[in-house]
């Protein structure tokens, strides 16, 4: 395992330790609203602090951006994006849906990632150019040849609901070509099972990096594609993203522009 995923596994596996002991005591998360349907915990906080400070301990050089903490100064050319519990609403209702994401840009691009499924156990890892693994085996991309038989995964546009009329026409689009279609609550676990194969492809509209940047690497690792939704490959500056084989990306894009 790569020196720096290394580190990266153990932190996710310390937010870990700390998400399941709040998962156990929910009464006492301290709830609060960040934005419209958006909230976060002290679990959240707490959760992105001890990945900072075990990845602080190897490289107190690196700087980092993080879902609760902002920005922390430090060599651009080492930039650690963190989303530390991913599916924040599912954490709350007791819904067992959630994960630490954490991913490494080395000079702007994505080098290292791990989504970590705390209750499942399952270890989600990709260093680029050594591929996607799940708890240390080898994992892939289905690669239909179409979206006649697939599962899809995506999420409705719970923080911009103005937008639902113009998204369900998408879906209705996509809805109609494929097998069906799953909505769980965290990007992040939905891209890490399109890189294992449990989905056949995934779409969502409005996300942060953190929410995103570690499953594209390992989509991208897994012998997927993972474009924005005109096609393109800037999907963590425009906050939408597609992923999966070639022709499934291919035809949801072709729905999305229609």
Known sequence: MHAMLNIAVRAARAAGNVIVRGYENRADLMTEAKGENDFVTRIDKEAEQTIIHKIKQSYPEHSFVGEEGGIVDGDENFKWVIDPLDGT???IKGIPHFAVSIALLHKGKLDQAVVFDPLRGELFTATKG????LNGYRVRCTKPRDLNGTVLA???PFKRKENLGQYLNSFNQI??????????GSAALDMAYVAAGRYDGFWEK???PWDMAAGMLLVQEAGGLV???DGGHEPMRTGNVVCGGPKVVQSIVKSLKA
């Open 89 to 91: 609403t599912n954490f």
């Open 130 to 133: 050594s591929g996607a693994q």
């Open 154 to 156: 995506t999420a409705f």
């Open 175 to 184: 809805f109609d070509q494929c097998g069906d279609v799953r909505r769980s």
């Open 206 to 208: 409005g996300l942060k």
């Open 227 to 229: 474009t924005d939704f």
